[in-house]
């Protein structure tokens, strides 16, 4: 059974920051790509974050400079640091995995909320 739970998710105000886990489990971790999708209230979920095998990252205009991603692959975890955090950066974070060689992201996590708010 493939499993992604994140956590860390939380009220801030702007300018905080907070850190956000994901641990996967059922899957080959070392052989899928990961990312963070950000999903505001009543929009569509988009890809704020992604992490090669190789650990090549690329980074969602919105979030350049301030949102760091990276992984450890012998804990099956993704991470995502969350800097200087704005208003706009509020909804749901999501964790996904995306097989080598796969044009799209297989397997989601349930999600975690973040609010920014002063």
């Known amino acids: 059974q493939v499993q992604l739970v994140e956590s860390g998710g939380g009220l801030v105000q702007p300018g905080g920051s907070l850190r956000l886990s994901c641990t996967v489990s059922?899957?080959?971790?070392?052989?899928?790509?990961m990312g963070w999708f950000h999903q505001a209230p009543g929009k569509q979920r988009v890809v704020v974050a992604s992490i090669s095998t190789a650990n090549n990252i690329i980074y969602a205009d919105s979030v350049k400079g301030r949102f760091t991603i990276s992984r450890d692959n012998a804990k099956k975890q993704v991470f995502l640091h969350a800097n200087n955090l704005r208003l706009e950066d509020t909804g749901v974070y999501y964790c996904?995995?995306?097989?080598?060689?796969?044009?799209?992201?297989?397997?989601w996590g349930q999600g975690t909320q973040i609010t920014v708010s002063a």
């Open positions: 059922g899957i080959d971790f070392g052989r899928h790509v």
């Open positions: 996904a995995a995306k097989p080598l060689r796969m044009g799209s992201y297989e397997y």
